[in-house]
């Protein structure tokens, strides 16, 4: 498993052009590109009401990381471990960071997400992923690839 050394570090101070917001806080003209990034539509809550532009549901962790993460507090770093090695070596994730990269340098995006927790949730993982690598590597993205001089760790 390759990964970045000190990603895991950062991830609860790193946010940048990326903003995240749970799926039931009201619309806002503000929100700017509003891409939903759970793999399941969020309980209780149209399409209509939901006012999103895009669902990158492919994006989102795993069915199985998804049911073993549970929410559960003491599970976050595992899993923050576990989906960005997704992000990592899944292409068609690989993909999708690449597109999410590019709509963030022509406009606002914020990703919706339905986890009640604010904190330890998938989106969180994915923003900081998202924001290290825009500012890390430049277009055409290779999240396999490693900036040269960055030193790598495991895990």
Known sequence: MIILRGFLERVGEMAGDYFLKRIYE????ADGKRILIDRIWPRGIS???????????????SPELRKWFGHKRERFREF??????E???EEQKQMLVRELIAMAKKEKVTLLYGAKDKECNHA??????????????SLPLNVNGVKEGDELGGF
Do not use: C, H
């Not at 939901?50 to 962790?61: G, H, R, T, V, Y």
């Not at 923050?80 to 090695?85: A, F, H």
């Not at 969180?124 to 590597?137: A, D, G």
């Open 87 to 89: 992000l990592e070596t």
């Open 124 to 137: 969180v993982v994915l923003r900081n992923f998202l924001t290290y690598f825009s500012r890390e590597v």
């Open 26 to 29: 009201p619309y806002d003209p």
């Open 47 to 61: 399409k209509t009401e939901a006012k999103i532009d895009l669902w990158m549901k492919e994006i989102a962790p």
């Open 80 to 85: 923050s471990k576990r989906y960005v090695t």
